[in-house]
């Protein structure tokens, strides 16, 4: 089955900066890959999201790349603010079917004032 | 309301007891899921429901019990459960076919403890 390996586990950035975070997934069948932002005692929700058949897609301050050759993907964003402080999970879809979404353990981002 | 609601949102039983949880979502979908949320760990797959059939179990317990009577209510039916069964219990839907989307939306929760 899909194994979806995310780091880091939890990442501090001063406000301002900018902030990466990396999974790798292993079935070469997944086309879709989404991020989810999970704030303290909240439900997860989607914030970016990208298709096998493109390298890269970004929404204002949230991007999202591809490699599909080296299996991995990377949410990157931009001039953090307080509020983008939450856990971040990335998923990934199982042997094609959108259905059977597979998620990384999820990062910590703490965006320091 | 709109989207995705679960109640709930919290709950505290013995290992004896006999619990449901609901879920209900307002934005048309057809697929519904239960995910189980434990601290530091990945969110896990439990049921998926497609036009209220079951498409997937993940290896779950006997002891969780989905019901899905149509595309709008999903059920998780819980029964001498064990302290490692406490977690928060997420429920998500989405949209099947065409237009399809991809996208899961998901409820708030239930905290759920196991005594």
Redesign the interface.
Known sequence: GEN?EQHPSTLSVQEGDSAVIKCTYSDSASN?F?W?KQELG?????II?IRSNVGEKKDQRIAVTLNKTAKHFSLHITETQPEDSAVY?C?A?SGGS?????????TQLTVLP | ETGVTQTPRHLVMGMTNKKSLKCEQHLGHNAMYWYKQSAKKPLELMFVYNFKEQTENNSVPSRFSPECPNSSHLFLHLHTLQPEDSALYLCASSQEGAPRTDTQYFGPGTRLTVL
Not at chain 1, 42 to 46: E, S
Not at chain 1, 98 to 106: D, E, K, N, P
Request: net charge positive; glycine share 10%; hydrophobic share 30%.
């Open positions: 979806v879709y989404p989810y909240k439900r997860p929700q989607l999201d999970f998923a879809t959108a259905r059977q979404l597979t998620f990384g353990s999820g």
